[in-house]
């Protein structure tokens, strides 16, 4: 996900949301992270609406 993220390209939005956090930790696939060390967070959105 991390990648797709990364690479995606599109229109900015300004966004407010709030989130129920359900896991949160060290990224699973360090390897993939170009010698970074990358901390994920998952979360599943309560609330999204764009700003003006």
Do not use: I, T
């Not at 930790?25 to 609330?47: C, I, K, M, N, T």
């Amino acid at each position: 996900m991390w990648q797709a993220n990364a690479r995606l390209r599109g229109p900015v939005q300004l966004m407010e949301f709030v989130a129920k956090r359900l896991l949160c930790g060290p990224s699973p696939y360090p390897e993939l992270d170009a010698g970074q060390e990358r901390h994920v967070l998952l979360g599943s959105p309560l609330y999204v609406a764009l700003v003006d």
